[in-house]
């Protein structure tokens, strides 16, 4: 799809989610693409008052396992340790000591990453407790760090980043069961590949909604969807069909647009220009009426709306209606952030990456990763002035994101980090160098040029997708999405489409984050 260019201040605009950001032009996602709705925070926020009566409960349990301690032999209460770990059992009571001591740590560490900056007294409390809490852990297992005892029988007790329970039992959905002569025709234009791929499943839920089919716009149009995702697994997941494509849609009846609802009313109806209009009649689209809203609504302030105003507004008995531009809407957002989304179905998530991609990824990860990675969004290009923009600002010094990264790795204990970014060589040569976890440089992995020797990308050249920016795109959020940990970038929808993929797919971490969540950048440039 052809881009207009602009300035690097517009460009800087057009890939990145508004938070906080006064300008009403597009906005883009990071690296090679980006999307995503506004997802929420993997680790969902906690009241300041809940995180008191966990602080307190937390102090508590560190004091009573300190008494322990204090008043216990320690050659005593580890003696029990002290035997071939092939042949000997740890004693149930010392076990669930390091259990309890695990759970604290996770509920600290999740109400560390719910709480804000301007809580600074409650996050100076966690902090202490979590690093005392680190320290009792440490004294437990040191007798096994010695000799030809590695700790790996006690280690292995718990694993250290627990994947999110997501409770798929409670999810709220809905049918999507289409009059097969209703068809509601996706407009999405703001943003890249990411914006464009979270406009399009909120189409699906207002499809989903009005009882309508939900057309596939155009190539010619918008991006060339099939080429990333598996346009028709979506009817394969629903056992019906709920989706065509433009050429579909095209052969069945002559194409027009017989109402165009507009769901922002400002800055711009629908989000459209006159050369967007004009894309839509070179396809041979007739426009029957001129572009209404139900309502004011304007894209730099959304207001929430539920679906029986979503039903009410946007109810036609006209044959094709067109919603424009839904990316920004904010709408039953409990509902679209649920793991799957929400409409009934019966896969994992109804927009995915195509087979193609995921079997290209799967076989990058199994060359170069194997099943323990972190994967870090580094997105820079554009992001300084955007961050900066922000308060607080998300773009880190090098050295700084290096000390973040490498407390996720220790965290973590990742092998190795698969590096999604736009960032220059200059940069991602020195972030190599500074992260570092006892004494030894962790590998940053990039995917390497093309090699012919290499058959991890062999499906993409068969199938002569292998220069699309898009493909790369997407085998970068699939990459990323399949990884241990997940670090992401604060604001950017690519990171956002990640968490989205990884929360369907069910392999979110308790570790999962923004890089250096919780900080501000050390040094902060000053406004032009």
Sequence with gaps: MERNSSDDEEEDHQHLIPQNDTRSSHREDPTNGGSSFQIEDILSRRKISLNKRYLLAAVSLTISIGLIFLFTDLRQLFSSFKVDPLSSRVKESELRALYLLRQQQLELLSIWNGTTSANSSVRVAVAK???????????????????????????NLYERCVKVDQKLSDRRTVEWKPRSDKFLFAICLSGQMSNHLICLEKHMFFAALLDRVLVIPSSKFDYQYDRVIDVERINTCLGRNVVVSFDQFKKSRPPRIDRFICYFSSPQLCYVDDEHIKKLKGLGVSIERKLES?????IKKPSKRNVDEVQRSFKSDDDVIAIGDVFYADMEQDWVMQPGGPINHKCKTLIEPNKLILLTAQRFIQTFLGNNFIALHFRRHGFLKFCNAKAPSCFYPIPQAAECIARMVERSNGAVIYLSTDAAESETSLLQSLVVVDGKIVPLVKRPPRNSAEKWDALLYRHGIEDDSQVDAMLDKTICAMSSVFIGASGSTFTEDILRLRKDWGTSSMCDEYLCRGEEPNFIAEDE
């Design 294 to 298: 139900p309502w004011s609504e304007d």
């Design 129 to 155: 407790q979590i690093s005392l809490n680190n320290e009792i852990q440490e004294e437990l297992l040191s007798p096994h760090k010695t000799g030809n005892y590695s700790g790996s029988v006690v280690a």
